[in-house]
């Protein structure tokens, strides 16, 4: 049945009530939209405008060392490619500011500069034209396992700083930074690496620097934490690693020969190493002789218990980890029956021992001169 509506008959004030209300609502959304709107627009037009003209450049001293180089003949516009590709400077624009407000900005030389990253572009510039011990004269590399009087005579060969300045920096130890478990002996721990030397290197800021790389090393294979768990000191730890580093070629055997040194050392046993009385009497042998065994330097651990008093050279990382982290095992004794590849066999008893012992005493017989030099 249609309904017909009597046109006298209003709607009723709750319903008219609702109407308006919607209508009201949207009005304030609409308001709303156009005032976050505007304040949008307001606000990037306000960034955009104070930051046109903007140079991005970095701010503060620096953070990591990077090592730079400069070529010859590189223009003011290449340098600044360079260092950008370094993440030393932001941009090449805040380069070529700095550089459009220096006039000694063209004095800039080919070489190697040790910089640092995301530096201000005008501190960058200022360290090109005023380097001092940022300029790299020369690097210069320390193999593993030189005793300290062979590392002097290799930094003296490579940095052209006189020997007497070497000797002189080493007779104040205090002056080097060394880690107080050493008791002020550099041996050991003038840490074998490559190195930049810097225009205004001394003897004692070189030697400053190895040790600083030693404490790097050590600090990340935690040599003094495993020590104590080790139950020895680190010194001791450092000890063991030289020896190791003299007496492996093979850095898989490393752990292993400083599990034989340690159970030997935990039984009472001398350690009898050839190399150790090579440190005591300098020589130049790969073996030793009964006579060479007789010397009664604390160094000889075929006269004395324990270890050497000392570390027998200056060890890599390699060997520090050996030390400090030894295989699992009972072996005590081990012999290197091949010289020439550095195969070393490894052996719990005495029985065990001379056997191998025997393959290295064949082999030298086969091979004359390799086993005495």
């Not at 490619?81 to 407000?101: C, P």
């Not at 320390?142 to 060969?157: N, P, T, W, Y």
């Not at 007497?164 to 930074?177: E, M, R, T, V």
């Not at 880690?179 to 721990?189: D, F, I, L, R, T």
Request: charged share 25%; with cysteine; aromatic share 8%.
């Amino acid at each position: 049945m249609t309904q017909i509506l009597d046109p006298e008959v209003k709607p009723s004030p709750g319903k008219e009530f609702v109407h308006k209300g919607k209508g009201c609502l949207a009005v304030v959304v609409a308001l709303g939209v156009l005032v976050f709107g505007g304040y949008f627009v307001f606000d990037r037009a306000h960034d955009f405008l104070t930051s046109f003209g903007e140079v991005p450049d970095y701010t503060g001293a620096g953070k990591a060392a990077v090592t730079v180089t400069v070529p010859d003949g590189a223009s003011l516009d290449q340098i600044g490619g360079i260092l950008v590709d370094a993440d030393v400077i932001k941009s090449t624009k805040a380069w070529d500011a700095a550089v459009g407000s220096e006039e000694r900005a063209t004095s800039v030389q080919a070489g190697r500069y040790i910089m640092k990253t995301q530096m201000a572009a005008k501190d960058a510039l200022a360290l090109l034209i005023n380097p001092g011990e940022s300029r790299v004269r020369v690097q210069f590399t320390i193999k593993e396992g030189l005793r300290l009087s062979q590392q002097v005579d290799a930094l003296v060969s490579q940095t052209k700083i006189p020997k007497a300045q070497f000797q002189a920096a080493l007779k104040k130890p205090k002056d080097l930074g060394l880690p107080s478990y050493v008791k002020n002996n550099p041996e050991g721990v003038l840490f074998p690496e490559t190195y930049e030397l810097t225009a205004e290197a001394t003897a004692t800021s070189t030697l400053q620097q190895m040790v600083r790389q030693y404490k790097s090393v050590a600090d990340d294979v935690d040599l003094e934490a495993q020590a104590k768990k080790l139950k020895r000191s680190p010194y001791q730890v450092l000890i063991v690693a030289s020896i190791i580093e003299r007496e492996v070629r093979n850095p898989d055997d490393g752990p292993k020969v400083a599990r034989v040194l340690y159970n030997r050392l935990d039984k009472g046993m001398k350690l009898g190493l050839d190399s150790t009385v090579i440190y005591a009497g300098n020589l130049k042998t790969n073996t030793t002789t009964p006579a060479d065994r007789a010397n009664p330097s604390k160094y000889n651990t075929y006269a004395h218990k324990g270890l050497p008093p000392g570390p027998i050279s200056a060890p890599g990382k390699a060997a520090l980890e050996a030390a400090a982290n030894p295989a699992d095992g009972k072996w005590l004794y081990f012999v290197t029956v091949n010289f020439d590849t550095g195969e070393t066999k490894f052996a719990e008893t005495e029985a065990q021992f001379e056997q191998i012992r025997q393959e290295w005493v064949s082999w030298c017989t086969a091979h004359p001169g390799k086993c005495d030099s």
